[in-house]
């Protein structure tokens, strides 16, 4: 007989392990006791099998053998099937020169906790690609070491735990110290096929320990290729519920809005539930002073929840997707009543414009009681296999009608990439409603093209305006034709681009005004909708003209660029700017519809038009033709490029400090929240035009043969000039201690500026870089004086300050970089084409004596036959003795004011004429 009693086991009557106390002394570099691997709890050991002995014994030993081979050969084929992930590793920790970062764990692939795999730095931090046992937990910690040394610096805190998913590709984000940190694995999974499936006619797709199937989709629309989230995961039963995932918010120090939103998405576990905590937001905060503020956060949160960062989930509730329609017609309402308020400012207009397409649309069909229903036909054909039908069900149709959300399109997209892999798998009548089914999708969370925008508003154009959309069509369909020519400039591209960019100009132009009558309070629901698609159109335009301008500035690199421009002005031949300045004003015109300062848009098209129609004269006076045409074009260019600041310091002064609250309060990856605004930045039509700007002033200033400064980040700096060959850590030594100007070799744009040490103040880049590129918008960011040099004489001045005390001054004006050592300091000064700085007009008339003198200034161009970029003499008068031929047409205008203002009355000519009484004029 059998016996019933259950063996007993050791570990459950005392500890196997003796226990161990540690000291850790003040100056010991070795792991604190909890830096050490962890031992298996006493209680934790996996459940083993036991069996009953019968009275034969040889039947009980082969019986037992069998079940243990059976075994054996489940966990081999286990094992198998489990198969290798593949794990990105990316650890944000400054370290000390000399010290690296490597990871240390459990398993032999990390060490098995004695050698560590070595950390490379990039510019995105401490990076490692592992391949590692899929289906297992893994324990890991992070040290720092120092090649040569045995001694290791432990991360503090319990050791990391990371259950591994069967298989797939896949990134991770670390903090160091942060051990107890939740760790989001960010990619694709890939697990093996499931077999009954692809008996019964499946596809080759995976099969998940919960009977789901995970499928990688081939993104084909641009709001699943954003996509962040949970990866695709077909269902054959509800599981949603089971996948929350465990999430944090803190509430500590919040303001009044911020709390509002982080409680309100505590509560709020589906998409339309965060639609209404939005809602509430903007409605309830619309008085002045938080109507910005609940714009800005509201900007970003939908943001987040639209990529996937902020995840959506089933709470047991049921409420079709016109719940969702009928909330975001409210948003919409809300903000297209701010949009056109009196009180509006063009901030307020900037963040609006990135709210609107987070938004699901409310046409009628989505507020009908039960929308989307081909789903459910779909699901309940008699033409594809059982299991395929459970999978529509469970994943997309029982979902969609419970609680949508943005992942049902992520889904959807990849269960038609895969039913559409192998043509003739699947009926063509299964897949074309699949298809037709999928465009309403796209249609609801307003994800679809530009083209299919365009086409939702042709019933409410006019005549006119379908042919100004049907040139546009035109237009961009030859464009894509040029789209495999080898040559495309030869190919006679730059015309097509140019026709489709006018076109785009035109038919935004339309819609803008159509809009511009704002909505009624008693606007019918249908008008609403065509209203929003309106609003999409115009901005998918706007996104569009973003792309041509890119194709536009590449064509125009490979023809030569900023050098070929610059020589046809030396030749006296501006036809070759043409097309460019085109460009320009239409990348101008583009910010002006966007709302942004319009009015100084339509002046700076203005300049631009009437620099090119005058074209290049022989003389201008007694001055050379194209120096003045240089000068003018020149002026506009500043002119834009002040613009163009003040867009990026507007994003920058609106969106970090939010985002960084936000991001914190939500439990959002760093790195997610230290891009959001330069992503913004760089995502917006002025970054087009930005670069194409940094082009022109490039060829103009050749033309001039001015100085080669370029100033990125304006201010004064004071600190030892270093030079490093490229922004990364360890490039400056760690004794340098105090504040240090870097004059950098060489750079990609992508580096962090203080990548190389926290006590960098300035950058000298002996190199081109865009204004908007990474790294000048992260030093402008955290207000580190930025200048780029190209000249070469002026960098052979500047390697001869290596490691001496300098000042570095950078304006709109001048750079001016000179020793700090004494008063007889050597300086390099270099006016970047404007005016001297207010500071030495100050000192000229600061002046102890009125009348004439000399003063030696550093000037921008030719006056008077002297060279360029050199110190000239000239004589310096007081203004009411200005005259034309001396100091120019203003100048003596200004003169003959002050002339009329030591002879008027005093205290009538005080009141129309308030300037400095001792300006003195530079006499050319």
């Not at 006016?831 to 030495?840: D, K, R, V």
Request: aromatic fraction near 8%; proline fraction near 5%; hydrophobic fraction near 35%.
């Amino acid at each position: 007989m059998a016996s019933s009693l259950r063996p007993s086991h050791p570990p459950l009557s005392a500890p196997t392990h003796p226990e161990f106390h540690f000291l850790r002394l003040p100056w010991s570099r070795f792991p604190p006791p909890k830096a050490l691997p962890r031992r298996a709890s006493p209680l934790s050991f996996p459940a083993r099998r036991f069996y009953c002995r019968s009275r034969s014994r040889s039947r009980s030993s082969s019986a037992t053998s069998v079940e243990r081979a059976e075994e054996k050969e489940r966990k081999r084929k286990g094992s198998e099937k489990r198969g290798k992930v593949r794990v990105r590793v990316h650890l944000n920790h400054q370290v000390e020169f000399g010290e690296h970062v490597g990871m240390v764990g459990s398993i032999k692939e990390l060490g098995s906790w004695k050698k560590q795999v070595e950390l490379e730095w990039t510019p995105d931090g401490w990076v490692c690609e592992l391949e590692l046992p899929g289906g297992e937990p893994v324990e890991y910690k992070f040290v720092i070491f120092t090649k040569g040394k045995k001694d290791k610096l432990w991360e503090d805190g319990d050791n990391r735990v990371l259950d591994l998913p069967k298989g797939g590709i896949f990134d991770m984000v670390c903090h160091w110290n942060k051990t107890n940190e939740p760790v989001d694995l960010m990619g694709t999974l890939m697990v093996e096929e499931d077999e009954e499936f692809k008996r019964q006619g499946g596809v080759n797709d995976s099969v998940d320990e919960d009977g789901g199937v995970v499928l990688e989709g081939d993104p084909s629309s641009a709001f699943v290729e954003q996509w962040q989230g949970r990866e695709v995961l077909f269902m054959r039963s509800n599981e949603h519920r089971s996948r929350d995932i465990e999430r944090r918010w803190i509430t500590d120090g919040l303001d009044r809005v911020a709390l509002k939103l982080v409680e309100g998405d505590k509560n709020a576990r589906n998409w339309w539930r965060k639609l209404e905590v939005v809602c509430d937001l903007l409605v309830g905060n619309s008085e002045e002073g938080q109507c910005l503020e609940a714009l800005i956060y509201s900007a970003i949160y939908l943001k987040w929840i639209n990529i996937g960062q902020i995840p959506c989930f089933e709470d047991g509730g049921h409420h079709r997707p016109n719940r969702h329609a009928e909330i975001s017609r409210l948003i919409f309402r809300e903000l297209e009543r701010i949009y056109y308020g009196k009180n509006t400012s063009p901030q307020d207009v900037l963040v609006i414009r990135k709210i609107q397409p987070c938004l699901p649309s409310f046409k009628s069909e989505f507020t009908a009681s039960v929308p989307l229903t081909r789903i459910r036909d779909i699901a309940h054909r008699g033409d594809i296999p059982h299991n395929l039908k459970q999978e529509i069900k469970h994943t997309i149709q029982n979902k969609l009608h419970r609680n949508a959300g943005p992942e049902d399109l992520v889904a959807t997209e990849a269960m038609l990439a895969r039913i559409t892999k192998t043509p003739g798998e699947y009926s063509e009548a299964f897949v074309g409603q699949f298809k037709i089914f999928y465009s309403e999708l796209k249609d609801f969370f307003n994800a679809g093209s530009l083209i299919e925008h365009l086409e939702s508003i042709k019933e409410s154009l006019d005549e006119q305006h379908l042919q100004t959309l049907a040139s546009f069509l035109e237009c961009k369909m030859s464009l894509e034709k040029l789209q495999d020519e080898n040559d495309f400039v030869a190919s006679g591209g730059i015309e097509v681009l140019l026709n489709a960019l006018h076109s785009l100009t035109a038919l935004r132009s339309i819609i803008v005004k159509g809009l511009e009558s704002g909505l009624r309070n008693d606007a019918p629901d249908a008008a609403i909708a065509m209203r929003q698609k309106w609003r999409l159109c115009e901005i998918g335009l706007e996104d569009y003209s973003f792309v041509l301008l890119s194709r536009f500035v590449n064509a125009l690199e490979s023809m030569g660029g900023a050098d070929w421009l610059a020589q046809s002005v030396g030749s006296r031949n501006i036809s070759p700017w043409n097309n460019p300045l085109d460009a320009f004003i239409v990348g101008i015109q583009q910010v002006g519809l966007s709302g942004w300062k319009s009015e100084e848009c339509a002046a700076i098209k203005s300049e631009l038009l009437s620099w090119r129609q005058k074209g290049l004269s022989e003389k201008e006076g007694s001055e050379d033709g194209k120096f003045i045409w240089s000068l003018r074009l020149k002026a506009t260019l500043d002119r834009t490029r002040r613009l163009i600041e003040e867009y990026s310091d507007t994003l920058l002064s609106i969106f970090p400090d939010k985002v960084q609250i936000l991001g914190k309060a939500l439990g959002i990856p760093e790195n997610s929240v230290r891009t959001y605004t330069e992503a913004e930045i760089r995502a917006c039509v002025i970054f087009q035009v930005s670069k194409l700007c940094t082009l022109l002033l490039k060829a103009v200033r050749t033309a001039l043969g001015s100085s080669g400064w370029d100033v990125l980040v304006p201010g004064v700096a004071h600190g030892t000039l270093v030079q490093v060959e490229s922004i990364a850590p360890g490039s400056l030594l760690s004794s340098i201690n105090g504040p240090v100007i870097l004059v950098v070799s060489k750079a990609d744009g992508d580096e962090e500026v203080k990548a190389a040490g926290e006590n960098i103040v300035g950058v000298v880049l002996l190199q081109e870089l865009p204004h908007l590129s990474h790294l000048g918008v992260r030093a402008r960011q955290e207000k580190v004086v930025f200048v780029t040099c190209e000249d070469d004489d002026k960098i052979d001045y500047i390697r001869t300050l290596d490691g001496k005390s300098i000042r570095l001054e950078a304006s709109a004006t001048c750079v001016n970089l000179s020793l700090q050592s004494g008063d007889n300091s050597e300086a390099l000064s270099q006016s970047t084409g404007t005016p001297p700085p207010m500071e030495t007009l100050e000192q000229f008339s600061k002046s102890p004596s009125p009348v004439e003198s000399s003063y030696t200034i550093n000037v921008p161009f030719l006056i008077n036959g002297h060279p360029l970029g050199k110190s000239a003499t000239s004589s310096v008068l007081e203004l009411s003795k200005a005259t034309v031929e001396t100091s120019g047409a203003k100048a003596a205008a200004c003169g003959r004011l002050a002339d009329l203002a030591t002879h008027s009355v005093k205290g009538f000519i005080d009141s129309f004429y308030d300037g400095p009484r001792d300006l003195l004029q530079p006499k050319y």
